[in-house]
Nanobody, 121 residues
Framework: QVQLVESGGGLVQTGGSLRLSCAAS????????IGWYCQAPGKERELVAI???????EYADSVKGRFTISRDNAKNTIYLQMNSLKPEDTAIYYC???????????????WGQGTQVTVSS
């Protein structure tokens, strides 16, 4: 079973930046797709960004131009660079992987602890 562990969250001011890390127990190229998701209090989990084993990427409209998903294969890590943060970005952020379809739909069988991102006004 592949393990994915999120880190890098924190408290930042509006307009600030964070880089979230998703550390995998295997090469991220061995996973068809990995997504970053966010879940705000009282809301459904939403896909923020996805990267495939072929390094194609997609983003939610709300984060296009502000967030970048990338990988460091040497560290088995997927990153989410978050710039120009807004209060509405406040959420717990999770990473997870599977088939492209399952990542796109969030149909994944287990989730980790996530990492909290809080953006102050």
């Amino acid at each position: 079973q592949v393990q994915l562990v999120e880190s890098g969250g924190g408290l930042v001011q509006t307009g600030g930046s964070l880089r979230l890390s998703c550390a995998a127990s295997v090469s991220t190229f061995s996973i068809a797709a990995i997504g970053w998701y966010c879940q705000a209090p009282g809301k459904e989990r939403e896909l923020v960004a996805i990267i495939t084993a072929s390094s194609s990427t997609e983003y939610a409209d709300s984060v296009k131009g502000r967030f970048t998903i990338s990988r460091d294969n040497a560290k088995n890590t997927i990153y989410l660079q978050m710039n120009s943060l807004k209060p509405e970005d406040t959420a717990i952020y999770y990473c997870n992987g599977g088939t492209y379809y399952n990542v796109l739909k969030g149909d994944l069988y287990s989730w980790g602890q996530g990492t909290q991102v809080t953006v102050s006004s």
